[in-house]
């Protein structure tokens, strides 16, 4: 006769465990080797965007319908706030709509400061959910010997965010986009690489433009593309870019209240693929059958090397 203890059910403890253990694994937990990309769904026409399950949502990569293998909410935020340094003083006017948006994210909503400053992302206080300790990080930008670029503050900052790709993590880069360093012309030879970074971290980059101290980002021709530059990264990465002509907006207001409400209705879809011996790229769509309802999202995914 078996000396193994038995459960009612009559599979060996162990196995029984084992089948439990299953059983309550919650199907939107992400499985090692999948693609995971943040998802906002966006409704139309300032409706407010209804909570979605996975058989609302289609994915498309490369043109071709693809399963999805999880769609789940993600409460953990990962929010980096990056100023650059070498904006014109007067921002600091918009820090107390800054810390209206800070106050009104939720406990779960892990939140940094840092300031762009010689192409480097300086800390100025890390993540914390205390969200009143981290507005008082917010300082008037120094402008002089800040004039650098942007993208490699960002890629910089982004080698130094918590979380994996399987967590929600997003940067609101405060910049004019100039990159005083390699130029904009016709965009920054950064920008790129800053992007396909973001997208293989599946962060999204919020932007809000403002003019820089030096006075350069007053020339049309310099501005306009510095904020095509910030259009582009923001797009690519699912999320926005916010500017009211080449002036410093009235005020910032506005712009955070979309980006609570955006971040409010955000989710992360997961699938399966590989990108063969050397990982690529792949294009991907969002769609859905609902009316009034579209989504942000990544330009184009990274597919992992695998089999």
Known sequence: MSTKKRSRMGLPAPALALALALFVTPASAAVPGDVTLTVTAVAKKNTTAPALARGDVQLFVNKERTQIANWRRGETLYLAVLIDDSLATSVAGEWNDLKEFFNNQPPTTYISVSYSRNGVAMVAQDFTNNHVLAAKALRIPVG????????????????????????????????????????????????????????????????????????????????????????????????????LGTSAPVTFGPYLQEISTHLRNQYLLSFRGSGGPKGRFER????????????????????????
């Open 144 to 243: 002089g010997g800040a004039f650098s670029s942007p993208y490699l503050a960002l890629q910089d900052l982004m080698k130094r965010l918590p979380g994996a790709p399987t967590d929600r993590r997003s940067i609101l880069l405060v910049s004019s986009g100039i990159d005083y360093l390699r130029g904009n012309f016709p965009s920054s030879t950064d920008l790129d690489s800053t992007t396909e970074r973001a997208q293989k971290q599946n962060i999204n980059i919020w932007s809000i433009y403002f003019p820089d101290r030096g006075g350069r980002s007053r020339g049309f021709f310099l501005a306009n593309r510095a904020q095509s530059d910030l259009t582009r990264l923001s797009d690519d990465t699912g999320g926005r870019a916010y500017y």
């Open 284 to 307: 991907e769509k969002i769609a859905t059958e609902l009316p009034r309802l579209g989504f942000l999202a990544p330009a184009q995914v990274f597919m992992p090397a695998g089999k």
